[in-house]
């Protein structure tokens, strides 16, 4: 298992700025003839690419876990200040 870390960045839409979460993921990636796991996507490459290995891209699986952060509902926004 390897895990990608979350991070929050920030685009701008019709004027206002919005946050954009890339969201905390566990990453499973093996070998389903093997049951062999590999520690990320460059591992699981270069045993396919390997002349020397039977592994084949179809023998790969990949399970995810996403972790979504929680958000406040509700929050203000500009549009509903002005409604007050």
């Known amino acids: ?3 990608e870390e979350s991070e929050v960045s920030y685009t ?3 004027g206002k700025k919005i946050p954009v979460l890339k969201c905390k993921t566990e990453v499973v990636l093996r070998n389903k003839n093997t049951n062999y796991e ?3 996507d460059q591992e699981a ?3 396919i690419a390997d002349p020397n290995s ?3 891209r179809e023998f790969i699986v990949r399970s995810v876990k996403i972790k979504v952060a ?4 509700g929050a203000a926004s500009e549009e509903n200040d002005d409604n007050k």
């Open 1 to 3: 298992m390897f895990i």
């Open 12 to 14: 701008i839409i019709d």
């Open 38 to 40: 590999y520690s990320s």
């Open 45 to 47: 490459e270069d045993d």
């Open 54 to 56: 039977p592994t084949q």
């Open 70 to 73: 929680a958000m406040p509902l």
